[in-house]
């Protein structure tokens, strides 16, 4: 019944933006920390970015500080990664992870989306 979702994705020049989106539906009783991680052919999958649900704790990777940011809408149950200055070992698969509830009584569960790709290249 919980979905996630990302978007925004795509092949973008060295030194190119892009703001990827994830957006969380179903039925909903609280999103929690949301955060983005990545994945490379052959690599680990890696913590990129997390939120706090207030939005007033951040965390990034080193290798992205300063160049990315996270935001969340949740009016919208949305969180955003802006990505500037990309570099070209950013390629990877870019994952939504939602902690959330589906109702006030249950437990905390982990929810991750399908993926979108973002390529790096000249």
């Known amino acids: 019944q919980v979905q996630v979702v990302e978007s925004g994705g795509g092949l973008v020049q060295p030194g190119g933006s892009l703001r990827l989106s994830c957006a969380v539906s179903g039925s909903i009783f609280g999103v929690y920390l949301m955060a983005w991680y990545r994945q490379a052919p052959g690599n680990q999958r890696e913590l990129v970015a997390s939120i706090t649900r207030a939005g007033d704790k951040t965390n990034y990777a080193d290798s992205v500080k300063g160049r990315f940011t996270i935001s969340r809408d949740n009016a919208k149950n949305t969180v955003y990664l802006q990505m500037n200055n990309l570099k070209p070992e950013d390629s990877a698969v870019y994952y939504c992870?939602?902690?959330?509830?589906?109702?006030?009584?249950?437990?905390?569960?982990?929810?991750w989306g399908q993926g979108t790709q973002v390529t790096v290249s000249s």
């Open positions: 992870n939602a902690d959330l509830k589906e109702s006030m009584l249950s437990t905390f569960q982990e929810y």
